[in-house]
């Protein structure tokens, strides 16, 4: 699953929408589409 970095989430959203460069890079250079799940990581996230 690909993994994105941002460090604007906060955690309290609901949504979240990627910036215009890393939407580009996972749609053109990981052809990801619509229904495609991804992890956003933010500075406070604990991956395991």
Same mark, same amino acid.
């Given at each position: 699953?690909? $993994? !994105?970095?941002? +460090? @604007? $989430?906060?955690?309290?959203? /609901?949504? !979240?929408?990627?910036?215009?460069?890393?939407s580009?890079h @996972?749609?053109?250079v /990981?052809?990801? *589409?619509?229904?495609?799940? /991804?992890?956003?990581?933010? +500075? !406070?996230?604990? *991956?395991?």
């Open positions: 699953m690909p $993994i !994105f970095y941002d +460090p @604007a $989430i906060t955690g309290k959203e /609901l949504t !979240f929408t990627l910036n215009a460069d890393e580009a @996972a749609c053109r /990981l052809r990801m *589409q619509e229904g495609d799940e /991804l992890t956003i990581l933010n +500075p !406070f996230s604990v *991956q395991k």
